[in-house]
């Protein structure tokens, strides 16, 4: 008797469980949180994304490392958008770099109250954060290296983010449109880089601007930013080419 | 009794030891396949933090066109130090599926570790580890591995008892893989992982790093591989057909 107790009890327990399973993925698609899903495969990462939101403390901070602890950094992807035989090959950051960025500027739209544009020596003279850590490519590589920027909260906060905002879409001048969501944007480590390793921060690696995200995979901390959107809606570059947008694995 | 008698069989596998085992199974093939996707994109492994294509590789496997390809611009020092760390520019169009690659690794681990952690749940819960998989203090002695291991070189494999009445090394090399080498690949695997290691620094550290985690789970990997292969083997000849019934919907 007690035996089959305990049978009816266990198979209760899985019922349950799946039922529990299939209820946070549903949560997932009511609420249109990101990933979209466009396919079975990004269920996966729609459960890790909702996983990592619930379950992970959200600010801890990524190891930091000495600085003996640099390493050579291999420069993937655009190395350089003012390259005209370059295959996103940009005619206007060809000009701001021919002028050492001196006319560039980025700009903030969206959901904030103070839209604009920010100079670079305007960012430089922003609280700078350094910070030595580790990029995890999707490729499987990894790379040690100093960044030196302004936190991206601060800038947000500076163009007066309101409360509607729920995504940070970042636009650069390879053609790549890239976002995160408030978690990641409000980071401490999360940071508008100017600087690698103790210097301007190099063309192949992002000049003059780029993102790094330090909790995501190395394609989230997208260089040659031109433009950040806050929104309540997010820009998912992976519904055309596959690639899922919550790296946080 | 060494030789299980078939004709006398007691023991049956429960149901949710086959669910788990096929749920397993189906993640782990497709595991292996994504892996192998992804391993293909960076063929290079290395030991510690830090492993790229302009710093040595413990060894590279000539597994796709990625392999040495060398297409790499002129290096540029960052520090005017004499062993500078560099940069260089890639030059080559590198073989890279990882969009669904990684998607599809991931989901299946979701299927691999839900139904891993279910099953050592029920597996202590209902003493089934207890009761088939560890071995009695009795069994475990010298003489009967012994025993095991000649029978086992000399291929007088038992036949198929239709049920969890384990051989002495069948439950050692089932304990190594259920204790020891799905939670290593599952660990390893989350080392990987720039958001958990943030929450749980202390996986780089048991783990001697992030590459380090990577190459631990390429060598656990290819282990579960070889046990795969070996289980099959096993199977086959200790009785294929039978085997697959008693392991299904078969009485």
């Known amino acids: ?249 | 009794m060494h030789i299980a008698d078939p004709n006398h069989i007691t023991v049956k596998h429960k149901r949710w030891v086959k669910l788990s085992h096929w749920i397993i199974t189906i993640s782990f093939f497709l595991l292996a396949f994504s892996g192998f996707v992804i391993l293909m994109c960076h063929p290079r492994l290395y030991w510690g933090e830090v492993g790229n294509d302009l710093t040595p590789a413990l060894f590279e496997l000539p597994v796709s066109r990625n392999y040495q390809h060398g297409g790499w611009e002129k290096t540029t020092a960052f520090f005017e130090t004499k062993n500078s760390p560099v940069s260089s520019s890639r030059t080559y169009d590198i073989w890279n599926q990882n969009g669904w690659g990684r998607s599809l690794h991931f989901l299946s681990a979701w299927f691999l570790v839900v139904t891993g952690l279910s099953y050592l749940l029920w597996g202590s819960l209902t003493g089934h580890f207890k009761r088939n998989l560890f071995p009695g203090s009795k069994e475990f002695n010298l003489k009967s591995i012994g025993i095991d291991v000649k029978n086992h070189l000399r291929l007088t494999i038992r036949p198929d008892s239709g049920g969890p009445n384990y051989g002495l090394l069948q439950k050692s090399s089932y304990l190594i893989v259920i204790f020891f080498l799905l939670p290593l690949v599952a660990l390893t695997g989350l080392t990987m992982s720039p958001a958990i290691t943030a929450a749980y620094p202390f996986l780089l550290k048991i783990f001697f790093g992030a590459q380090s985690a990577r190459t631990i789970h390429f060598f656990a990997s290819v282990a579960l591989v070889l046990f795969l292969i070996i289980h099959v083997v096993m199977i086959i000849i200790s009785g294929f057909k039978k085997q697959m019934r008693s392991m299904t919907w078969g009485k």
């Open chain 1, 1 to 249: 008797m007690k035996k089959k107790k305990i049978i009816i009890t266990r198979r209760n327990a899985i019922i349950t469980g799946m039922a529990t399973l299939s209820g946070l993925m549903l949560t997932g698609c009511s609420k249109k949180t990101p990933p979209t899903y466009g396919n079975i495969l990004r269920m996966g990462d729609a459960l890790t994304y909702l996983a990592h939101r619930t379950l992970l403390p959200g600010q801890s901070l990524v190891k930091e490392y000495d600085h003996s602890a640099i390493s050579s950094f291999p420069a993937t992807g655009t190395t350089d958008p003012g390259d005209p035989k370059g295959k996103y090959y940009n005619k206007t950051y060809r000009q701001i770099h021919s002028s050492a960025f001196s006319d560039w500027s980025l700009k903030i739209e969206g959901s904030v109250s103070k839209p604009g544009s920010y100079t670079l020596s305007q960012l430089q003279g922003f609280p700078s954060r350094t910070q030595i850590t580790r990029h995890t490519c999707e490729e499987g590589w990894t790379a040690i290296a100093e960044w030196t920027g302004v936190p991206l909260s601060h800038v947000l906060q500076h163009a007066g983010i309101k409360p509607g905002a729920r995504y940070v879409n970042f636009h650069a001048y390879d053609g790549y449109i890239d976002s995160i969501d408030l978690m990641d944007a409000f980071h401490p480590q999360t940071i508008l880089a100017y600087g690698m390793n103790g210097q301007a921060l190099p063309v192949p690696h992002g000049a003059p601007l780029r993102v790094r995200v330090e909790t995501q995979i190395g394609y989230k901390s997208i260089k040659y930013i031109k433009k950040i959107e806050a929104s309540d809606t997010f820009v998912d570059y992976g519904v055309d080419t596959g690639w899922a947008w919550y790296t946080g694995i």
